[in-house]
């Protein structure tokens, strides 16, 4: 049959074959459940539903926590290069600038990696191809001598002026922090940018993408002030989200939570989103605020995806759900491979 690309029906199709995979991903109840068993007790049970073939593959080669670790990695990058072979059109287009976030984490954890002196198969276990630096990038990339070559090796990617500009301060410093910054603050603007050039569907995409950088600023916001930031927090926020990067920038200097929930409060007229900055009052950890603003940012995603059902929405929000499938499958492996209590360990899931 010729495959249809005008029209809605693309669409139903994609959004029909997502809403398919998003019912097999684990139920908070399953989380709790796998909370309460041992390490090899969850590796037979993960092995029972979508992760058994890299498992299988994988279990000559690794045991324990390593073998669960890369288990969850080639599955996660095998099944978004599969959502991308479903999209059509446009929504290809933004679905394959979306992965390229995959790029940034793979080449500062190939580079962290690389300065601090483990081995190239090491790196190679935990890096997750699913943007559009393939396997075979990668693999040339962990196998180089020294940062330097690192950066030659990107040179005529979208990564490479931002790497190659940052990269002697970080190196200098030993802190990726602003080098990781910068290139994320590249990356939003050009998917801004994408989702502003006129092309269908564009005014969905730019939603979740300002959704998002409001999100990750309050959740940057909040880590600042953990680790005493009192001053300027300008280069550390995402420009283009709703939330004035100026008016962030003011509340670095708050004298109190309170103020910052007001203000915040008072920038969005999304009442869940005035609801989920008012539980920011409850005096919790970072970590908490952060699975508080994240959850948020889930359930805003479920409410984009059913306005606009025929869009890139479901598309965007099975990718995260399935990208936190895999964190709180790795959350719960290292809790376990520590000895960490249940209770613990629940503390860094997101559900």
């Known amino acids: 049959m010729a495959e249809v ?11 029909t074959r997502l809403r398919v995979r998003r ?12 909370l309460n068993m041992s390490l090899p007790e969850i590796t037979r049970y993960i092995e029972e539903l979508e992760y058994k073939t890299e498992v299988d593959e994988l279990a000559p080669s690794f045991s324990g926590v ?19 072979t479903l999209t059509p059109g446009a929504m290809a287009g933004f679905t394959a600038e979306y992965l390229r976030r995959w790029d940034i984490a793979n080449v500062l954890t190939t580079l962290r990696g690389r300065t601090q002196g483990f081995k190239p198969g090491k790196i190679k276990e935990v890096l997750i191809p699913a943007g559009s630096l393939d396997r075979t990038v990668l693999d040339r990339l962990v196998l180089e ?15 490479f002026p931002v790497v ?8 200098e410093s030993g802190n990726f922090g602003r080098l990781e910054n910068e290139l994320y603050k590249e990356y939003y603007s050009e998917l801004i940018r994408v989702a502003r050039s006129g092309i269908k569907g564009g005014n969905e995409f730019l939603q979740y993408i300002q959704l ?3 999100i990750t600023n309050m959740q940057n916001l909040w880590r600042l002030r953990a680790g005493g930031a009192t001053g300027e927090v300008r280069d550390f926020m995402i420009s283009g989200g709703r939330i004035p990067v100026e008016e962030l920038n003011r509340l670095g200097a708050a004298e109190t939570t309170d103020e910052i929930v007001d ?5 969005t007229n999304i009442p869940a989103l005035q609801d989920a900055i008012e539980e920011l009052r409850c005096g919790c950890s970072v970590r908490q605020i952060e699975n508080r603003l994240t959850r948020f940012k889930l359930e805003q995603m479920d409410r984009m995806s059913r306005r606009y059902p025929f869009s890139i929405s479901p598309v965007l929000v099975y990718l995260e759900r399935k990208f936190y499938e895999v964190y709180n499958l790795r959350a719960i492996a290292r809790g376990k491979a520590a000895n960490l ?10 559900i």
């Open 66 to 84: 390593d073998l669960l670790e890369v288990a969850l990695s080639w599955n996660l990058a095998k099944e978004f290069q599969r959502v991308l």
């Open 5 to 15: 690309i005008s029209g809605p029906a693309p669409y139903i199709y994609v959004s």
């Open 341 to 350: 209590a249940p209770e613990r360990i629940q503390e860094y899931l997101v």
């Open 23 to 34: 019912a097999k991903l684990l139920r908070a109840e399953e989380y709790l459940r796998m």
């Open 263 to 267: 203000a915040l409060k008072k920038r």
């Open 212 to 214: 998002e950088i409001d």
């Open 164 to 171: 190659e500009r940052e990269l002697p301060g970080a190196i």
């Open 145 to 159: 001598e020294s940062p330097d070559r690192i950066v030659e090796a990107l040179r005529g990617t979208h990564l």
